[in-house]
């Protein structure tokens, strides 16, 4: 279902999501496949207790191990502070980028409804602790705002992906308005992060998840994928009050994370 606040049309389909290096033989993507299924069921066996920081880092970082993923993490995403959490926005190529975050910082995540409804994804997220939305529905955003402007005061932080959906690269889309509004109403650090993906230091777009593509078909890319690795580049954190408004703070965090100019207006809807 589209058309809700959030919703925008992908720039990338299906065809986007490319090897740059050979795929890695048969019984290697099988053996994967097998450690990937193990480590799934190791996280899914903790039940409520995934959601615990220290439990729910090594799971991340062993799924990742599993599938053949390397990660390399520049910075915390935790800004330092005694006081409110920190909106983590990062950009947005791949369900890959859950657990990539999580095995660098476990942070509350703010995801889409529909991912709670994903096979294995979805079972882990809902234990992880996530927090769903329902994009379809304009009258849920002031109260979604609110929520996330609730955590964030209490101290936690949250991770979101400004641009509602998912492109092949880190330098596409635009970074939607709605939840710098919940930052700046909770006195909270904004922390710009990019994820990136590469194969044997190749840019690449194995793991990218756009378009009408599904699930496993992603998975079995990406279990092909030789020398696949992402990197979680945290930028430095605008501090509250650092800008006038939400459209000056998603414009800020967009140049940092995307890597276009501050002066390009965010998207203008919400």
Request: glycine share 10%; hydrophobic share 45%.
């Amino acid at each position: 279902m589209t058309g809700g606040p959030w919703d925008v049309t992908p720039g990338c389909g299906r065809d986007c999501a490319r090897h740059a290096r050979p795929p890695v033989p048969a019984h290697t993507t099988a053996l994967r496949g097998a450690a990937f299924a193990a480590a799934v069921r190791r996280a899914l066996a903790d039940g409520g207790r995934l959601a615990d920081p220290v439990r729910l880092r090594a799971h991340a970082r062993a799924l990742l191990s599993a599938l053949g993923v390397r990660l390399v993490a520049d910075g915390p995403l935790r800004a330092p502070s005694t006081g409110p959490g920190t909106l983590v926005v990062a950009n947005h190529i791949s369900w890959l980028d859950i657990p990539a975050l999580l095995a660098v910082d476990p942070v509350a995540v703010l995801a889409k409804r529909e991912v709670g409804g994903w096979p294995v994804v979805g079972g882990l997220a809902r234990r992880a602790g996530t927090h769903f939305i329902d994009r379809t529905s304009p009258r849920r955003l002031p109260h979604v705002v609110a929520g996330l402007a609730q955590l964030l005061a209490s101290g936690r932080s949250v991770a979101v992906f400004p641009q509602a959906t998912t492109w092949c690269t880190a330098g596409a889309g635009v970074f939607r308005r709605a939840v710098f509004q919940a930052a700046l109403d909770a006195g909270a650090p904004v922390r710009p992060v990019t994820l990136t993906y590469t194969q044997e230091a190749l840019p690449t777009t194995v793991a990218a998840f756009c378009g009408p593509d599904t699930f496993l078909a992603s998975l079995r890319r990406v279990l092909a994928a030789r020398g696949l690795a992402v990197r979680v580049t945290a930028h430095p954190a605008l501090p509250p009050g650092h800008c006038r408004g939400r459209r000056e703070l998603a414009a800020l965090a967009q140049h940092a994370a995307l890597g276009m100019s501050p002066n390009m207006p965010a998207y203008h809807g919400s």
